[in-house]
């Protein structure tokens, strides 16, 4: 992935000199991109298997993201530096991995709306960054007897930064829009009384879902 990713920008930058460039960058747009997930606990792993080592030094739990992560986005582009931009991504699997078994835990989701600001220069490219609010649907595994509250319906801030390239059709024909960036959200989770394997963890933490990706869309 991220030898595909430095090809994407390889061909942005030829892009750029082309004549074909985009000086007209307002309208509605639509992107579609894949890339990898990466997952951040915040410290919780950690906190956990320091508990559960006062009573077992074996278990070791740690959380493994496996698979891509699919991005489908719908926006306007104002003028030269601002847009408005709705996102969902769907993410891949979220694996709890302990003494060597593992197990899916998470497949989460996200919903959500971001400012999209950046600046169009005249050859059509845009280095650009994203923030707003997003509605995250962990899919937990076990929802139930989760020590996680809240998961299921999780609000949360929406992240991005990356570089755009759009490629003028010519009159009336709308640009192609070529994109390669880092997206995800952050969520503050709170964990409840967990006692498996011993351990007791009771705080919140910050877990991060983020994506590298490339993509590609149109302008209309």
Same mark, same amino acid.
């Given at each position: ?153 999780? !609000?949360? $801030?929406?992240?991005? #930064? +990356?570089? =755009? ?5 010519? %009159?009336? &024909? !709308?640009? $192609?829009?070529?994109? #390669? +960036?880092? =997206? ?5 989770? %709170?964990? &409840? ?28």
């Amino acid at each position: 992935m991220k030898k595909y990713n430095l090809a994407v920008l390889c061909g942005l930058a030829l892009l750029s000199s082309s004549a074909f460039a985009s000086s007209d960058p307002s309208g509605f747009y639509a992107v579609g991109a894949i890339g990898t997930t990466g997952f951040d606990d915040g410290g919780f792993a950690d906190d956990f298997n320091d508990s559960a080592n006062l009573i077992n030094p074996n278990p070791r739990v740690e959380f493994d993201p496996t698979g891509s992560t699919q991005i489908y986005s719908l926006g306007y582009q104002i003028n030269r530096i601002v847009g408005v931009e709705t996102t969902y991504m769907k993410y891949g699997d979220i694996n709890t991995k302990e003494s060597g078994q593992s197990t899916r835990a998470f497949s989460p989701e996200s919903l959500s709306v971001s400012a999209n600001l950046g600046y169009t220069f005249d050859n059509g490219l845009r280095p650009f960054a994203k923030i707003g609010l997003s509605y995250i649907d962990f899919g937990e595994q076990d929802s139930v007897n989760s020590t996680f509250k809240d998961l299921d319906g999780h !609000g949360g $801030i929406h992240i991005g #930064t +990356g570089v =755009e390239y759009a490629l003028d059709l010519g %009159e009336n &024909k !709308g640009n $192609i829009l070529f994109r #390669t +960036g880092i =997206e995800g959200d952050i969520a503050n989770v %709170e964990v &409840k009384d967990s006692r498996s394997l011993g351990a007791l963890v009771d705080d919140n933490y910050n877990w991060s879902i983020l994506s590298l990706y490339a993509g590609v869309g149109y302008r209309f």
